[in-house]
């Protein structure tokens, strides 16, 4: 890869971007990137930047902050928002020699699972133009499958990244909470939100997230007497292929049920919505973005209908006399979540579980019934209640002939033991597909 010059790469995303427009990917393209990729050509001769992403396009999503870039979170409250600082992930990949080259479409203010509620429209998916590419990293997963970039930023407050990929058939991690800095990323909900990255190859995964995580990758040892894996009780046929690859990996494998998943989407989407409608207070129109004659114009205008449906639920289950029944409850519910999880991992290594039920709906089917989108984020929503790092790997179809995920969670900072499982079930899948 490195016989081709960033300056050449960057040329060819950028046309590719222009060629796939109609998948909506993209919301603007970077200023001055040329010139950028020829800087990075040169300190590449010079010696002073090495690795295999050096000079490597990237795409980033439209909630992550790059100086002087339109950063607008796919909402009309924002769309003339130029951002005066860049996001630490990107200062990070840049002095690594990744050159961002373009913001992606995304579910506004990251509150879908479609990326149909961005201002810009919906995504398509690059597998069937009809159905989502997922939400609300939509773009950054389009972008990558459709070859524009091979990895892409995106952001996971409840499944964001690792449910495109999963409907794009690609990879998807999502590190542990804190593991990556959130300084730059417009917030939705605090205490959930994390950066994470998609990509088409395990390897480019797990090198990016050592240039952007705070600290560095410890060593496993348990690979060396064998994993133990948990799995998610119900889905047993959809394990088998995960499973029979990854065997030299594995000491013991058992299925298991938990008892608080039930509780885990009611839970999260209370504390979202809190957290959320406290967030989005700031936008005023005052201070930055959309202006205009009052408050409750710019909110009006500027909002979507996704988004004020969060913010009032947000407000509702905040307020006086049911803050203690609901965002109280749902606190608890939390830790009892964690508990549970907690527990599991004293006796297993990683959990597997699906990362959706199904494969990437109708554009369209989502919209009509917002409960059934919330409901998409079952599978996905645990990783964040708890802070552990998850990845999701294509593995399986659905009925439809579109890519099935399946996750692989762990212990809070193991990222390591979870990208060498997904590295090892992508290089025997790839042998046995010869």
Known sequence: MNSISSEDRVIRAIADIDRYS????????????????????????????????????????????????ITSAGSAILKNFVSPYNATVIDRIIEAGLIPVAHTNMDE???????????????????????????????????????I???????????????????????????????????????????MDQIGIIGSDVRDISELFEIIAEQKKQEVYSISGGVRVAALAGFDKRYDE????????????ETVELQTLKYAVPSYYVIATA?????????????????????EQVRTEGFGTEVKRRIMLGNFVLSHGYYDRYYQKACNVRRIIKDEITKLF?????????????????????????LEMYKSDVY????????????????GKDKNGMPLGLQIMGRHNEENLLLALAECYQSRRASYEL
């Open 380 to 395: 996905t929503v645990l990783a964040n209640l708890t802070g552990c790092p998850c990845i999701t790997i294509p593995c």
């Open 149 to 191: 970039t091979p990895l892409a930023l995106g952001s996971d407050t409840g499944g964001s990244v690792r449910l495109p990929a999963s409907y794009c058939g690609l990879y998807g991690l999502k590190p542990t909470y804190g593991s990556v800095s959130r300084y730059g990323l417009i917030a939705y909900c605090s205490s």
């Open 109 to 147: 203010f990251a509150m879908g699972s479609t990326s149909e509620t961005s201002c810009y429209g919906p995504v398509h998916n690059p597998l069937d133009f009809n159905r989502s590419a997922g939400g609300s990293s939509g773009g950054s997963a389009a972008c990558v499958k459709l070859g």
């Open 22 to 69: 109609d998948y909506n990917a993209v919301t603007s393209v970077f200023s001055d990137v040329e010139e950028r990729a020829r800087e990075v050509d040169c300190r590449i001769k010079a010696g002073i930047i090495k690795g295999r992403l050096a000079g490597m396009p990237i795409v980033i999503k439209d909630n992550i902050c790059v100086k002087g870039e």
């Open 275 to 295: 957290e959320a409608s406290s967030n989005l207070a700031r936008y005023d129109g005052i201070r930055y973005g959309l202006k205009g004659n009052s408050t």
């Open 242 to 253: 995960f499973l029979s690859l990854i065997a030299p990996m594995v000491a013991s494998t």
């Open 346 to 370: 004293e006796k297993y290594d990683v959990l597997i579980l699906p990362t959706s039920s199904e494969g990437a709906p109708l554009l369209g089917d989502s919209l009509d019934n917002p």
